[in-house]
Every structure is written in structure tokens, then in C-alpha cells.
């Protein structure tokens, strides 16, 4: 047989270096690969040593962390919307649904904190019912009219109540806006009908003193005409008739044609002479 032709299979040994060499290669691969970590812009990193909450928050941007023995959980600390509806019941006993729309978020540097106390479930565990808890206890200190007529004090306590809640979790509100409120039909049929008289009463008022103004208008006018009736009164003198009888029978001489009348005015009429 010819040497040339015989296949040579390769050295186990060298078969065994070559599969450890490759395996340490992927194993360093993944240690490595595991011993950094990107937290995203507008979160934090907590960071977890085989399941303890450590006293370190990561910021945006990347992280050594120790392979299979460190893990990070990231959170967001950007702001965030919670929206609510909620029925209480105002100071004079009529049923209200407030909408309450708030803006809140957490606090970086103890998101730790809050995720150890509490977990990722924050916003069930502490935000919505903080929300409730702050709307029943201001709206039982007003009444149904009061909570429409009084809208921005009532918001600005609703504010301080909820801002005591949150931070107690190192959660930070930033804004609240009641966007509704909503009574019982039988409450909206009543606000409707004192409207209405109000309007009413309002009309009738004006139409009172417009009469008023009126009235006062003519007696001004009556005044005025009878001050004027007086001093016409005072004017007159006889020196002032015996001008003015001068003055007619002047324009009677300027009108004469020469011809005597037939008859003259007063009680005995003249006879034709002719």
C-alpha cells in the first residue's frame, strides 16, 4: 500500500485543546459580554448583588457590574401621568365623580428605596390610592356648589394632600387638574332651575329700575317744565302786554288796505255804513 494514501486521523489530544480553547473563548465572551451595562436615558439602574438591593444607583449611560453576581433593574424617572376617577361625597351629601388627572415622578436617587418597599408596582400599590384618599378628603370639606364655584382652592388642597402622600415613597408630584366634575341628575336639574330664577330675579331687578329711571326722567321733565311755566309768569308785566297790544296793532296798520270792516271784534259788531 502506498503511504501517500493513507488518511491520517488527527490527534485527540490536539482535538481536546482545540474544544477547550473555543469554549474558554465563548465563556470570556459572555463574562464579558455580562460585565457591562447600558442604563437608558431618562432612567436609573438598581443595582441587585445576588438579590440584594444595593446602596448604589446607576445613572444614563454604561456600567461595569460584576458578571452572575450583580444584575441591574432599570426605572424610569421620567415624568409620569396617572389618571383617576373617583366617586365621593361633598359636605352636603351629594354624590361627585372627580376626574383627576396628575403628573408625578420618582425621585433618582432613592428609587432603591422604593424599589425594595415597594417594587415596580408602584403606581397600584401607592399612587391610585393616594389619588382617592386625596380626593375624599377634600371634597367632603365642600359643598356640591362650593366645588364648582371654588374649583382652584379645591385643586390646590387636593395638591398638598397628594404631595404629603407621595413623598412619604420619595415620589415627587409635579402637577395636578381636576378635569370634571360630575353630580347626580337630580343635583344638575336643581343648579338648572336656581339658574333660572337667579336669571329671573336679575331681570326683574333691572326692569325695576329702568322704571325707576324712567320715573325720575318725566319728574325731571314735569319740573323743568314747570319752572319754566313760573318764570314765564314772573316775565309778564302790563308794560309788557301794553307792548305787545302795540306791536299787533302795528302789524294791523302795516296789513291795512284802506277799507274801513264791516264788522269789528268785541261784543258790539260795527253796522255798514254804507
Given at each position: 500500500?502506498?503511504?501517500?494514501?493513507?488518511?491520517?486521523?488527527?490527534?485527540?489530544?490536539?482535538?481536546?485543546?482545540?474544544?477547550?480553547?473555543?469554549?474558554?473563548?465563548?465563556?470570556?465572551?459572555?463574562?464579558?459580554?455580562?460585565?457591562?451595562?447600558?442604563?437608558?436615558?431618562?432612567?436609573?439602574?438598581?443595582?441587585?448583588?445576588?438579590?440584594?438591593?444595593?446602596?448604589?444607583?446607576?445613572?444614563?449611560?454604561?456600567?461595569?457590574?460584576?458578571?452572575?453576581?450583580?444584575?441591574?433593574?432599570?426605572?424610569?424617572?421620567?415624568?409620569?401621568?396617572?389618571?383617576?376617577?373617583?366617586?365621593?361625597?361633598?359636605?352636603?351629601?351629594?354624590?361627585?365623580?372627580?376626574?383627576?388627572?396628575?403628573?408625578?415622578?420618582?425621585?433618582?436617587?432613592?428609587?432603591?428605596?422604593?424599589?425594595?418597599?415597594?417594587?415596580l408596582e408602584y403606581k397600584a400599590r401607592i399612587v391610585d390610592p393616594a389619588i382617592s384618599?386625596?380626593?375624599?378628603?377634600?371634597?367632603?370639606?365642600?359643598?356640591?356648589?362650593?366645588?364648582?364655584?371654588?374649583?382652584?382652592?379645591?385643586?390646590?388642597?387636593?395638591?398638598?394632600?397628594?404631595?404629603?402622600?407621595?413623598?412619604?415613597?420619595?415620589?415627587?408630584?409635579?402637577?395636578?387638574?381636576?378635569?370634571?366634575?360630575?353630580f347626580s341628575e337630580e343635583f344638575d336639574r336643581a343648579i338648572e332651575q336656581k339658574q333660572?330664577?337667579?336669571?329671573?330675579?336679575?331681570?326683574?331687578?333691572?326692569?325695576?329700575?329702568?322704571?325707576?329711571?324712567?320715573?325720575?326722567?318725566?319728574?325731571?321733565?314735569?319740573?323743568?317744565?314747570?319752572?319754566?311755566?313760573?318764570?314765564?309768569?314772573?316775565?309778564?308785566?302790563?308794560?309788557?302786554?301794553?307792548?305787545?297790544?302795540?306791536?299787533?296793532?302795528?302789524?294791523?296798520?302795516?296789513?291795512?288796505?284802506?277799507?274801513?270792516?264791516?264788522?269789528?271784534?268785541?261784543?258790539?259788531?260795527?253796522?255798514?255804513?254804507d
Open positions: 500500500m502506498n503511504p501517500e494514501n493513507v488518511v491520517r486521523m488527527p490527534n485527540p489530544r490536539n482535538v481536546s485543546r482545540i474544544a477547550i480553547g473555543v469554549l474558554i473563548v465563548i465563556v470570556l465572551a459572555i463574562v464579558g459580554f455580562r460585565s457591562f451595562t447600558i442604563v437608558e436615558a431618562g432612567h436609573r439602574g438598581i443595582v441587585l448583588q445576588l438579590g440584594a438591593v444595593q446602596p448604589q444607583v446607576l445613572s444614563e449611560g454604561l456600567h461595569f457590574v460584576v458578571p452572575f453576581i450583580q444584575t441591574v433593574v432599570p426605572v424610569e424617572v421620567r415624568v409620569q401621568k396617572a389618571e383617576s376617577s373617583q366617586v365621593s361625597a361633598s359636605r352636603d351629601l351629594q354624590t361627585v365623580t372627580t376626574t383627576l388627572a396628575v403628573n408625578y415622578h420618582l425621585d433618582g436617587g432613592t428609587v432603591n428605596s422604593l424599589y425594595q418597599n415597594v417594587g384618599e386625596a380626593l375624599k378628603a377634600v371634597t367632603a370639606q365642600y359643598t356640591a356648589e362650593d366645588l364648582i364655584s371654588k374649583r382652584s382652592e379645591v385643586s390646590a388642597m387636593v395638591k398638598e394632600a397628594l404631595t404629603a402622600k407621595l413623598g412619604m415613597y420619595n415620589m415627587i408630584l409635579d402637577e395636578i387638574n381636576i378635569t370634571e366634575f360630575k333660572i330664577a337667579e336669571q329671573q330675579a336679575l331681570k326683574s331687578k333691572l326692569d325695576l329700575e329702568r322704571i325707576k329711571i324712567e320715573k325720575e326722567q318725566e319728574i325731571t321733565r314735569a319740573q323743568a317744565q314747570a319752572e319754566a311755566l313760573r318764570l314765564q309768569k314772573q316775565e309778564v308785566t302790563p308794560e309788557l302786554i301794553q307792548l305787545r297790544q302795540i306791536e299787533a296793532q302795528l302789524k294791523a296798520i302795516e296789513k291795512w288796505n284802506g277799507q274801513l270792516p264791516n264788522v269789528t271784534g268785541g261784543a258790539t259788531p260795527f253796522i255798514n255804513v
